[in-house]
């Protein structure tokens, strides 16, 4: 049983958890974090979802995503999807997400990571992943055209893509 912290609309604890799969009631959220990582070239390091898996088996997937437990901070869910889903130990415990989208039960917050990756060397969640590649922009939006990704919005993608060397909204000289 994987019980997940509840918050008020302003993103405040409310001191109550939630049993995963029980329905939330009106006014209560919680936190899901995503990991994007990037290499040097400039591709995102993708993952690919295991056939069993409940929703969106087989499909292409940002680099980690996954729910905050009880007692999480957005930084150590993040960390600890990591290293769970990728065998990979990143300290986040001094960086702020670049983006937090509303959906509606929580808040997603989206952390941009620029570290370049050796495959061979990462130790995936048999549970969660069966597979990881490096991947550009095009191919994503190709992925997501082509059924294979899971279908975040293109604009999403895009925006993702432009923001991993920066934060704000106002694009950088």
Request: aromatic share 10%.
């Amino acid at each position: 049983m994987e019980l997940w912290d509840l918050y008020d609309i302003n993103r405040n604890k409310i001191n109550r958890t939630w049993v995963r799969g029980d329905k939330l009631q009106p006014g209560n959220f919680h936190l899901v974090i995503h990991i994007c990582i990037f290499n040097s070239n400039g591709d995102m390091l993708i993952q690919q979802r295991q056939p069993f898996k409940e929703g969106w088996p087989n499909m292409w997937d940002l680099t980690v995503g996954g729910s905050a437990i009880a007692g999480d901070t957005s930084q150590t869910a993040a960390q600890r999807e990591l290293y769970e889903e990728l065998g990979l130990n990143i300290d986040l415990q001094q960086i702020r997400p670049h983006l937090t989208i509303n959906f509606e039960n929580g808040f997603d917050d989206i952390y941009l990571i620029e570290k370049n990756v050796q495959l061979h060397t990462l130790t995936l969640q048999y549970e969660e992943v069966q597979n990881v590649k490096w991947a550009s922009k095009k191919e994503i939006l190709t992925m997501i055209k082509d059924g294979k990704f899971i279908p975040y919005y293109e604009s999403l993608i895009q925006l993702i893509f432009d923001s991993r060397k920066q934060r704000g909204t106002i694009r950088g000289k």
